[in-house]
């Protein structure tokens, strides 16, 4: 499939309402990083789905009117078949893979196919990122990894994770990247509160030195990062995010409602399907479609609508832009690699098809 043929089907599917936009699916629970705040390493599963379970599963995504992929984990490079599944999934879905730094410069022939690398950088400082990862040399090789990716052409970008521990670090590390011309996004602390929940894929464990405790300074942030985007493209992370994170933390109140499995949804390794990985599984990735538009889908979502336990950003994202208005809103602002796609491609399926006015008024 050429790239403009991959960009329509996905503008398409973007202009299409009721759909699901946003697939993660944490290939693999096997994780090489012992990081602090997480809890994936010490309950390793080894059960995965085949290759061809994957595609499978894939083209049952494309069917509902997914856009956009993420592969993560764990760690999805520990693979041995990852060079395949990122391929087939490049072909339909913009698609991002993540990596902890330690891996991807190993496996540049198999990133070629990806829209966007995101490589887990927490800190400047050596000595406290590979205390957070848990590994010594980590950002060493994370460094050398962006260099490598950066060098071959292949779009890399870095998404460190906010928490109290480099709270006061993260402008100096955006500004670091963006000198280098690699984009950031963010992640934001967060740990799954409940050990009862039979929960789809647990990752993070309460750590009380990562808990933002200085709220005005994670407000403060958010401003200054408003304030950097105007001078940089390069910031993968909407406006309306950053308002919605400043306004619980200064105000301690949600502006959204979570949209799970409703714009997005979560599939684990063994192929099993959430709302969000603090859900409990509801399908399995081959029945997807055939349950999506049921009455008990309806009513889990109603349920996840009053849903306040986590702050994982990308899933408020998707509750905030989730729509075909979020997607036109998406092209003219900044989130992650589906900012960069449609970016690229939108000017010329808008002019083809007629609709730049709709975008220009968005």
Not at 162 to 173: G, P, R, V, W
Not at 221 to 230: E, T, W
Request: overall charge positive.
């Amino acid at each position: 499939m050429t790239t403009m043929e991959k960009a329509r089907g996905i503008i398409v599917r973007s202009l299409t309402p009721n759909r699901p936009y946003h697939a993660q699916w944490m290939l693999t629970r096997r994780c090489n990083y012992r990081c602090r705040g997480c809890n994936v390493w010490q309950e390793q599963d080894t059960k995965e789905l085949s290759t061809r379970e994957i595609k499978k599963g894939l083209d049952a995504l494309k069917e509902l009117g997914v856009i956009e992929i993420v592969l993560s984990g764990g760690n999805p490079l520990l693979r041995e078949d990852i060079d395949e599944i990122i391929e087939y999934s490049s072909r339909s879905f913009i698609t991002t893979v993540y990596d902890n730094g330690s891996m991807a410069a190993q496996k540049i022939e198999a990133l070629r196919h990806a829209d966007l690398v995101a490589i887990s950088i927490d800190s400047l400082d050596a000595r406290k990122n590979d205390y957070i990862r848990g590994v010594p040399g980590a950002l060493k090789k994370a460094m050398h990894a962006i260099e490598k990716l950066s060098r071959e052409g292949i779009r890399v970008g870095v998404a460190p994770t906010i928490s109290q521990l480099n709270l006061h670090e993260i402008i100096d590390i955006t500004n670091h990247f963006l000198a280098m011309k690699i984009p950031v996004w963010y992640s934001l602390y967060s740990f799954d509160p409940s050990k009862e929940v039979d929960q789809l894929f647990k990752i993070g464990k309460q750590n009380d030195e990562f808990v933002i405790t200085d709220r005005k300074a994670m407000a403060n942030l958010c401003n200054s990062l408003v304030a950097l985007k105007r001078k940089s493209g390069q910031i993968l992370i909407t406006d309306k995010i950053l308002e919605a994170v400043k306004t619980l933390y200064s105000e301690n109140r949600r502006t959204w409602r979570c949209h799970a499995l409703q714009n997005f949804l979560i599939i684990d390794n063994r192929g099993r399907v959430a709302g969000c990985h603090l859900q409990d599984p509801v399908a399995r990735i081959d029945d997807l479609p055939y349950f999506w538009n049921s009455e008990r889908f309806d009513g889990l979502r109603h349920r996840y609508s009053n849903c306040t336990r986590c702050t994982y950003l990308c899933y408020i994202f998707y509750s905030l832009h989730g729509s075909v208005l979020g997607n036109l809103q998406v092209a003219s602002d900044r989130w992650r690699s589906a900012a960069l796609f449609l970016r690229r491609n939108w000017h010329k399926f808008s002019d083809s098809a007629g609709l730049k006015s709709i975008s220009q008024s968005s």
